[in-house]
């Protein structure tokens, strides 16, 4: 994203693990299993040994390289996950639409999920395209590093400039941001759920209607009810 989102975003919210985790987003959002390599390792493991030697950890650094190349979607039985674990990454994509809005996935899907004493992350990525116009999006569980997503949503805010604005947003009553660049139409939503699991989309060519309705699609309120249990 330009420049004036981020800063504006620092200003705001004024916390270090804020900024870390948009970075994590920004990355996750090409490629979710090199963001948390990055992030938790600061380079690329991709092999068994790698893995292998690793402590106090499972499913670090899983690549879904090659290995969704059949992938095809599942319903998704809410009320049967286990939310006292991390949702796994593959039950994550299934829950990603396979089309919105005129948007069709274009690619295949990306995943990954990591594990260590006290905390874990899953994530899950579809790229869609709707003629010449690609749109991304996310979706995320952070349990027991719900930090990261509550330092974003902690405060409500608005924010324009001739660049492009910025604010706090509700879709089907979960919080979140919409940010929007002037400069080639570009934007990104992010919701949260219990500052746990978040959803982001981002496109270019777009509109925060168009945005807002993709969000809703997502449909991550599924998960409310049974947070709630």
């Given at each position: 994203m330009k420049k004036f989102v981020f800063i504006l975003l620092i200003g705001l919210l004024t916390l270090s693990k804020a900024d870390a985790q948009i970075e994590i987003k920004k990355k996750a959002e090409k490629k979710a299993n090199q963001a948390i390599d990055d992030f938790l390792f600061g380079k690329k493991k991709n092999?068994?040994?790698?893995?292998?030697?690793?402590?106090?950890?499972?499913?670090?650094?899983?690549?879904?390289?090659?290995?969704?190349?059949?992938?095809?979607?599942?319903?998704?039985?809410?009320?049967?996950?286990?939310?006292?674990?991390?949702?796994?990454?593959?039950?994550?994509?299934?829950?990603?639409?396979?089309?919105?809005?005129g948007f069709v996935r274009s690619e295949k899907p990306q995943g990954v999920g990591y594990t260590t004493q006290g905390a874990s992350f899953s994530t899950a990525s579809k790229t869609y395209s709707k003629g010449d116009r690609e749109m991304n999006i996310t979706l995320n569980d952070y349990l027991g590093?719900?930090?990261?997503?509550?330092?974003?949503?902690?405060?409500?805010?608005?924010?324009?400039?001739?660049?492009?604005?910025?604010?706090s947003i509700k879709i089907d009553g979960i919080p979140g941001w919409?940010?929007?660049?002037?400069?080639?139409?570009?934007?990104?939503?992010?919701?949260?759920?219990?500052?746990r699991f978040?959803?982001?989309?981002?496109?270019?060519?777009?509109?925060?209607?168009?945005?807002?309705?993709?969000?809703?699609?997502?449909?991550?309120?599924?998960?409310?009810?049974?947070?709630?249990?």
């Open positions: 092999n068994e040994d790698n893995r292998s030697t690793t402590p106090s950890t499972e499913d670090v650094s899983y690549s879904t390289e090659g290995a969704m190349d059949d992938y095809t979607p599942s319903e998704v039985d809410i009320e049967s996950l286990d939310l006292s674990q991390r949702v796994d990454f593959r039950i994550l994509i299934d829950m990603l639409p396979e089309q919105t809005q590093a719900e930090y990261l997503a509550s330092a974003q949503s902690a405060q409500q805010f608005e924010f324009e400039s001739t660049e492009g604005y910025a604010k919409v940010n929007f660049d002037y400069s080639d139409n570009s934007g990104t939503i992010v919701l949260y759920l219990a500052a978040y959803t982001t989309v981002q496109a270019e060519n777009t509109s925060e209607s168009e945005l807002i309705a993709v969000a809703s699609d997502v449909k991550l309120s599924r998960l409310q009810s049974k947070l709630a249990e």
